[in-house]
């Protein structure tokens, strides 16, 4: 009786169980990672736009005749740099935080840095040594990324203007470029043609192909992409509106849509971001009589294009010794440290986040956009209602002045956010400060001082169900001076709305 009185008991303690450690089993699983929105970047594309900054090497025949287009005339050995040091360029570039070095080994004349055996027109007839093979090793020394610049334009080569001739030489000269100096991240490309010389055509999708072969991780910019688009001029200035997806078909290399390419495309189905391109000095090649930008001239530069989710590529020209002037290496040095004043400091770092929803799970949490890191982001509840608006709640624990809003998008999962603004505590009211729409990789904001404790980040329109953000932070810039009627003409659009 003993067996059979206890066998029930057991039995009913058992399915009592089940059910609640099915349930400790469902509500402790963690939730996976939303769904990306495509188009996406490829892994090359994601370490290309974490290098923020890319030094132009703006180097060849045209920086000893005092011209920007050469004509392919002059005899090589007017090319004889006597203090040649690439290892000055690669520490230079270094130092103010380029991640990368991309050489101008061809430019329209048709000289070469390197002794290419499909030319006589080249370093090896100026009694030079190879100049890529020495600055691809400098890149390496310092630990950076090395990119080529390879003119489709030659006025030099006889055969321009037989397309297939030309294209099987442009070809055998890239195959000795990228076969040749180890790993490169870049390749640059224009469209720019030979004005009297319309019949020649550039086999662009063949050469893209045939780079991606050689070199896998490249990156390659053209007007048009594959891989990152022009923004549309050389002030190295961004639109404030900037996707990376883009429509390639709805563009063309040489005869560039720019309202098309400044701004991208949110129904684009190609992940192709903007590049920035401007030079430090108003010529592209190295002047006597030019003098550099200023730093607070970069740092405008800065906002404008890596703050507008474009990566920057800043050319930084040798002179005639073969080095970088040392008036340019000043400003280098200024930018660098202001960068450094402004935006390693995040005023936000020790507030007390706030969001209107959390996705469900640890991996998602709102202390991830204290991460620099595009992998740890935060993402709001699936089902909040998106009327509501997604908001962030930060409170800085006390009154701090500031005037910049850093923030960014974990791209890898797509491009998502379309609307923003940012609004601060004041005397008890709620003020927007500043309206803005696309964010990306990375998005900074400038607008005039305001002192606060506590802030809002509100996201109004997103491209997928719900946003996803990967970095928040304040920071205090001392050096630009941005007031309240200066804002009124830039996009942030400053506000003067209350809100309770």
Not at 355 to 369: A, D, H, Q, W
Request: with cysteine.
């Amino acid at each position: 009786m003993s067996i059979r009185s206890s066998s029930p008991q057991h039995f009913i303690v058992v399915v009592v169980l089940l059910p609640y450690l099915s349930y400790l089993s469902s509500s402790s699983r963690e939730e996976p990672p939303p769904l990306p929105v495509e188009p996406l970047p490829t892994n090359a594309q994601l370490q290309w736009q974490a290098g923020e900054m890319v030094m132009f090497l703006h180097f060849g025949m045209n920086t000893f005749t005092d011209s920007e287009w050469g004509t392919g005339t002059v005899d090589p050995t007017v090319f004889y740099p006597n203090s040649l040091n690439a290892t000055q360029w690669a520490e230079a570039a270094k130092d103010a935080g380029f991640s990368r070095m991309v050489l101008t080994a061809k430019h329209h004349d048709g000289f070469c840095l390197w002794p290419s055996k499909y030319t006589n027109y080249s370093v090896e007839n100026s009694g030079i040594r190879d100049v890529v093979g020495d600055t691809a090793a400098a890149a390496r020394d310092q630990g950076i990324g090395f990119g080529l610049y390879l003119s489709p334009w030659d006025r030099h080569e006889e055969c321009y203007g037989n397309s297939k001739e030309y294209n099987e030489f442009y070809l055998g000269q890239m195959s000795e470029l990228l076969e040749s100096y180890g790993e490169i991240t870049e390749v640059f490309l224009d469209g720019a043609p030979g004005k009297n010389l319309t019949t020649t055509k550039y086999y662009f999708p063949c050469w893209f192909d045939f780079i991606h072969q050689l070199q896998p991780n490249a990156v390659i910019f053209s007007d048009s992409g594959p891989d990152s688009r022009w923004v549309g001029d050389e002030a190295g200035f961004a639109g404030p509106t900037c996707w990376s997806p883009f429509n390639i078909s709805l563009d063309m290399i040489g005869n560039t849509n720019f309202d098309y390419s400044t701004g991208g495309d949110p129904k684009g189905r190609n992940w192709v971001p903007a590049e920035c391109d401007v030079s430090i000095r108003s010529g592209w090649f190295w002047h006597s009589d030019e003098h550099p930008k200023s730093a607070m001239e970069l740092l405008d530069i800065y906002y404008k294009s890596i703050g507008r989710n474009c990566l920057l590529i800043l050319n930084v020209p040798p002179n005639s010794s073969g080095l970088i002037a040392d008036e340019d290496l000043q400003v280098l040095h200024e930018f660098t440290k202001i960068r450094h004043s402004i935006f390693d400091i995040n005023f936000a770092k020790d507030a007390v986040f706030s969001p209107s929803s959390t996705r469900r799970g640890g991996g998602f949490k709102i202390s991830n956009v204290l991460q620099k890191d595009l992998r740890s982001y935060w993402a709001p509840a699936e089902n909040q209602q998106q009327s509501s608006f997604w908001e962030i709640h930060v409170d800085l624990q006390k009154p701090m002045v500031f005037n910049v809003l850093h923030v960014g998008e974990p791209i890898q999962m797509g491009q998502r956010i379309s609307k923003f603004r940012l609004d601060v505590l004041i005397e008890d009211e709620w003020h927007t400060i500043l309206v803005g729409t696309t964010v990306g990789y990375k998005r900074l904001l400038l607008f005039p001082k305001v002192e606060a404790r506590c802030i809002k980040f509100i996201i109004g329109e997103s491209r997928a169900d719900y946003p996803l953000l990967s970095y928040l932070a304040i920071h205090l810039d001392e050096f630009s001076d941005l007031s309240v009627e200066d804002a009124g003409r830039t996009e942030i659009g400053l506000a003067d709305s209350r809100r309770r």
